[in-house]
């Protein structure tokens, strides 16, 4: 550790300050609380002029103000990648300057997502650069999923790429240390910055490992305020923990201008962005990406995941309308209803909550008189993506009926409107828009509230 630079630990739960690390804090009695902190920072000084001046690596930092008049005027372009699925997620591009946080689970295609967004940057724009910062991989295992990206999408849009120039516009720095990617990156100025992963960064300003939560933490920060300085768009590619959050303090997913979540089955192809944070536009967009050989494809036409034509018009199955972001999405939810041997039946729920599916067991128990005690019940959303709109209740309690009855909905019907405690119908948001896409795909029938009061009448 330089002797300019000093840390303490402090307890992230009462404030407490120690001068070493230690199990248990001695004040708030928690244990595993302290974080290694920086506490003396380069320092200072005044000029001539009696302004403030900062410094960084041994160069004169100014800071000044400018009006936002003037702000406005230089503003740069939002650099889009032309995968629709992925810019409608970031409302159009990428912000100069802003930081992005990308989580999911082990082998859901982080990397490989962000790799064909690098390809397409780098294709459709002659003149830019990109540094990808490679903690995890070497580059002899990067190059050749770059190659067959490269060969995929050349293919994919009929067009002739050359290789040689797109490889050589995109560097590859396999460092792990943050000072000396920040060094670098101020020297080119890429155009885009992608770190992966961000746990993998450390500072020698710090005496803890890789991944803990101070050198977490601070390099996150410097890797922000680069950023911010150089209106460099970044990417940290962040890992997540058993329960599914991303890895590490809070303070990481504050600090970034937008969180991206990439959900799915890993042993599928369908692969679902979300946006969980977003500065720069709506936080309840989704694309849609199917992971392939050659990198990702663009999902265009939804109705081909979330719908098999086999299995509609049979007991237990219903459509729905959910709405994602500006997206109506017609989806099929199936349902499974058998005699149990269990003194306490299973409820099972796979693409829905399973509260939601208690809910309704109850409201249908109360009000339509149809009850479930002594039976397995089995909810699928077809499509392997988690919906949380309230407008797929209706739906499921259609399929939870047909499938205890054992007899099919009507053909070529959609249900969208969601269920109140009381057993009545609601009515959900934008219902022309959905009602819109059912009939766009030929369904003409549709039960909302406005034809349906009561779960009594299903």
Sequence with gaps: MSRSVKSQFVCENCGAVYPKWQGQCGQCKEWNTLVETLVE???????????QVFYENGAELIV????????????????????YEIDRVFGGG?????????????????????T???????????????????????????????????KASAKEKKIKVESNNVLSRLQIVTTTDVDQVINLVSQNRPALLV???????FTTDLTGIAGSVGQLRESASRLVALAKRQNIPTFLVGHVTKEGDIAGPKVLEHIVDTVIEVSGDRTGELRVIRSLKNRFGPTDEVGLLKLTSG???????????FIEGKTLGQPGSALTVCLEGSRPIIVEVQALAVSSPLSMPRRVARGLPISKLHLLLAVLQKYARISFEHQDVFVNVIGEVNFKDPAMDLAVAAALISAKKGKAPEEKVVYCGEIGLLGEVRQ????????KEAKRLGYKNIVTSKSLNSVRQL
């Excluded at 770190?195 to 960064?201: A, G, H, K, P």
């Excluded at 959900?428 to 009602?435: F, I, M, N, S």
């Design 41 to 51: 920072k380069p320092k200072a000084s005044l000029n001539s002029r009696n302004r």
């Design 64 to 83: 000044s103000a400018k009006s936002v008049a003037d702000k406005l005027e230089k503003q740069p372009p939002r650099l889009a990648t032309n995968l």
């Design 94 to 114: 990428f912000v100069a300057g802003s930081v992005s946080l990308v989580g999911g689970q082990p082998g859901i295609g982080k990397s490989t997502i962000l």
């Design 116 to 150: 064909q967004l690098i390809i397409e940057i780098l294709i459709n724009n002659d003149n830019l650069e990109v540094i990808y910062v490679a903690g995890e991989e070497s580059p002899a295992q990067i190059v050749p999923r770059i190659q067959r990206i490269i």
């Design 195 to 201: 770190i992966d992963s961000v746990q993998t960064m």
């Design 295 to 305: 990198g990702i494809e663009q999902v265009t036409n939804p109705a081909e995941v």
């Design 428 to 435: 959900v948001r934008q219902l022309e828009k959905r009602v």
